[in-house]
């Protein structure tokens, strides 16, 4: 049978036909959908879990594989980064049940804060890596991952970028197989399983051979796959860079490598020797080139011509490859005036409240990782800096470390419930056992949501819906230590405002929490409001544009003709604004920024 | 991995929209006719970001392709559910090159001049057919104002050029909207593909 798939659920199919007992992921972008697909489709069969954040995830599913089961864990480039720690361990230990982690990068960075190139986890790991380029490849390489990894003894790599992970093609369905390591923990075997220094020593040199074992079965790999036509020139790439390069170039051979990592260099050779001209086609990184020239092997062209940042298309290839002359069919449209559509907060959104509060109160915000990164944004501008997960928080604490007293009342850091039980917890551990005294906004909107909705361990639900331990914030900050804790309900923008401004100007640490403040796309939990709607009073606008400041999608301004030029008592005005009413949910907020009294209730 | 199929078809789309307007869902209707009728196809959506009323597009090819995107100046439809995103993606479309007919695009619009004659009559030379409709007003009128897409796309098979019979697409429709709003669906289909006629016919 036969199925469109996205690459992500291909994956996800393909980790079920091989029998994967236990999927652990936390959400990211381009990554969330395997994990999704996996415990919405195949939740019979595997035991699936949003884990705090990836290096969790991938300890559990190392476990499960010491185990004997098949196991997975799934997480975007920069969730590799967190998870490195066991990650680069693991590669000495191995495996028992299969191990495979999946890294999906986000090249041109759609939604991430960096744009790195996650093979070199796999050169600085030593461990091999596949990468597919459509979802038939994402389904069956993610099969053949667990068989590699048990036939080598050790966790595989699966790498996608967006445009694999997001994109779609059929795909042959098969069954699934459930694998014949049977399940259980076996007798203590210290020198495999445990890392201190003497086993180091004797698994180090294991990786060793296991990659050079490795590098002779990628030569034969039947994945890694030549196809001669001209032979003047040879292109050599991999995953969504072949599919660019061969829809523009389907005349030239090419070499188009599923295993990455170790690489084929036997097979490189030959596919050198048979082509005239070798040309490189990878997004990012010159990671294959470093590579095959240091195999003494002469590049045509490479990165000199090729972009080495930013996703490639199969545009970029051909005016790269063709230089002067590239000469596309154009349609020439002037594109400028257009209302340019970043993405926004949505209306309503708990979080635009609170950092107009911020705004408000002028300080430098230390931000972190989720929606709320988008208040960086004009006209909100109310995000300083963000670096990573759990940054923030820290952040905030460094600057006020050196600050001292003067910077009371200067700074905070916020962050949003999933992110701070990621990686928050411990720079708050750190703000109270070091005596700092910053503040840490936690923005609970109950729900991972950039990400798209996930659950988390703050929300009560695991993410197969069944109900569970709810972690308790306030209790949470007080166990670390934190004596001034404070919950605002972020709609109130007055109480709210004294709220942040006190804990800011106290000279110890404290912890700030919204409440009753969901996200607007939630299922589940709904914020009330007390009126349907706000709507302008047209005659009392004064076209101050104040509310404008809050970036509310619901809200947008129009000039005014002469006749309407003055409002009700007189005063001038060059234009008013008004409330999309189907978009308004009746937050508020635009209403309590007002000084006129010109946004009132609506009636349903 | 492309499969070779007996018909050929050879399609090359863009979809356009806004976060929430349902370009995903058109891009599935297609793709779900080209798996019944056995053509190879591969195309890109967009995530993330677009979700918070971002600009929203997917790359859709049917035939023989390797790429799941579609190159500027090389698409035969674009489908916009947004004038604005519909002016963003026009660079798309294939101009008319050695006797062979230009794009074709479908726009959501209830202004019928909302394009820029300039734009129109330099898009009318490159051989690029437009049809703005206003499947809004239609979709509102039935009573299912988020079914946009629907409309769109039957009045498009009014269109004797657009390559999609409608009886396919109605069951392609059938099969993956939702249950629940399936009847609402089909008749918005059904009525926009009626009205497409009329309107074409009134067209100069």
């Not at chain 1, 003497?198 to 994945?223: A, S």
């Not at chain 1, 000199?304 to 790269?320: C, G, Q």
């Not at chain 1, 060059?574 to 009636?603: D, H, T």
């Not at chain 2, 297609?30 to 993330?48: R, T, V």
Request: hydrophobic share 35%; glycine share 8%; net charge neutral.
């Amino acid at each position: 049978m036969e199925k469109i798939l996205q690459g992500n659920y291909a994956i996800a199919r393909g980790a079920w036909e091989a029998g994967v007992r236990v999927a652990c992921a936390y959400p990211g972008t381009p990554s969330s959908e395997i994990l999704t697909a996996l415990s919405q489709e195949y939740k019979e069969d595997v035991l699936t879990e949003w884990s705090p954040n990836e290096k969790v995830a991938l300890e559990v599913a190392i476990g499960a594989s010491f185990a004997g089961a098949r196991a997975m864990a799934s997480m975007k480039h920069v969730g590799l980064n967190v998870a490195s720690d066991p990650f680069m361990t693991v590669s000495y230990t191995g495996v028992k049940g299969g191990l495979v982690v999946v890294v999906a990068d986000d090249p041109s960075s759609h939604s991430s804060q960096n744009e790195q190139d996650s093979r070199h986890w796999a050169r600085f790991g030593k461990v091999p890596m596949l990468e597919p380029s459509d979802s038939q490849e994402c389904k069956e390489f993610t099969k053949l991952a667990f068989e590699l990894s048990e036939e080598f003894d050790t966790p595989v790599l699966v790498r996608t970028e967006t445009r694999v992970a997001h994109s779609f093609s059929p795909v042959k369905l098969g069954e699934r197989k459930e694998s014949h390591t049977p399940l259980g923990l076996d007798k203590k075997d210290a020198p495999k399983y445990t890392m201190v220094p003497i086993y180091v020593r004797v698994r180090r040199k294991i990786v060793e051979e296991r990659m050079k074992k490795l590098e002779e079965f990628t030569n034969e790999f039947k994945y890694n796959t030549v196809e001669m036509n001209d032979p003047r020139i040879g292109v050599i790439t991999s995953g969504v860079c072949y599919n660019y390069t061969k829809e523009v170039f389907p005349e030239y051979s090419y070499l188009k490598l599923g295993m990455i990592w170790p690489l084929p260099k036997k097979l490189i050779s030959e596919f050198s020797r048979k082509v005239k001209k070798i040309i490189i086609v990878e997004q990012l990184d010159p990671f294959l080139e470093t590579e095959i020239r240091a195999m003494g092997i002469k590049i045509f062209h490479g990165k000199d011509v090729i972009p080495n940042h930013y996703e490639l298309s199969p545009e970029i290839v051909e005016r790269a490859l063709k230089g002067k002359k590239y000469k596309p069919p154009k349609i020439r449209v002037h594109t400028e005036g257009l209302p340019p559509r970043p993405p926004n907060l949505c209306s309503g959104c708990s979080h635009r409240a609170l950092f107009y509060a911020i705004k408000r109160l002028g300080l430098f915000t230390f931000g972190d990782i989720g929606c709320y990164t988008l208040a960086t944004a004009p006209p909100l501008n109310a995000i300083h800096s963000t670096i990573c997960m759990g940054a923030g928080v820290g952040g905030a604490f460094g600057a006020m470390k050196v600050l001292g007293k003067e910077g009371l009342g200067k700074c905070c850091a916020v962050i949003g419930d999933s992110t701070f039980l990621h990686a928050g917890i411990p720079p708050l551990m750190d703000i109270v056992y070091n005596k700092g005294n910053s503040t840490t906004i936690i923005l609970d909107n109950q729900t991972t949501g950039m990400t798209g909705l996930q659950e988390h361990p703050g929300t009560g639900y695991t993410v197969t819906g069944d109900p569970t331990h709810r972690i308790n914030f306030e209790e949470l900050a007080r166990a670390l230590g934190v004596k001034h804790i404070r919950k605002v309900d972020p709609y109130n923008l007055k109480e709210t405002m004294e709220v942040i401004k006190e804990e800011v100007e106290r000279d110890e640490p404290s912890v700030i929490i919204t409440v009753n403040s969901p996200c607007m796309l939630h299922r589940r939990e709904k914020r009330k409001f007390e009126h349907p709607f706000y709507k302008v009073l047209t005659e009392k606008c004064r076209g101050c544009g104040l509310c404008l400041e809050a970036g509310c999608p619901a809200i947008s301004w129009r000039e005014v003709t002469e006749e309407e030029s003055l409002t009700q008592d007189g005063h001038k005005r060059k234009g008013v604004v008004q409330i999309n009413r189907l978009q308004c949910p009746g937050c508020g907020l635009c209403s309590q920024i007002c000084k006129f009294e010109a946004i009132v209730p609506g009636e349903a | 991995m492309n499969r070779m199929s007996d018909q050929r078809m050879n399609i090359q789309m863009i979809i356009s929209g806004v976060g929430g307007q349902g370009v995903l869902l058109i891009t599935r209707i297609f793709a779900q006719f080209a798996l019944e009728e056995g053509y190879p196809i591969i195309g890109s959506e967009d995530h993330g970001m677009s979700q918070r009323g971002g600009s929203v597009m997917t790359h859709l090819k049917i035939g023989d392709f390797n790429s799941p995107l579609v190159k500027k100046g090389n698409a035969d439809l674009l489908l916009s559910l947004e004038k604005n995103e519909a002016y963003r993606t026009l660079p798309y479309l294939r101009p008319s090159i050695r006797g062979k007919r230009g794009g074709l695009c479908f726009i959501n619009s209830s202004d019928p001049n909302y394009m820029d004659p300039r734009v129109e009559s330099y898009l009318g030379d490159k051989g690029i057919e437009v049809h703005l409709f206003p499947a809004e007003d239609l979709a509102k009128e039935m009573g299912m104002p988020q079914s946009i897409n629907i409309a769109l796309i039957g009045f498009a098979t009014a269109h004797p050029r657009f390559p999609f019979p409608y009886e396919k697409l109605r069951r392609a429709i059938e099969k993956i909207t939702h249950p629940r709003f399936r009847e609402v669906n089909l008749g918005i289909f059904e009525k926009a593909a009626f009205e497409g006629k009329y309107w074409l016919e009134r067209q100069p």
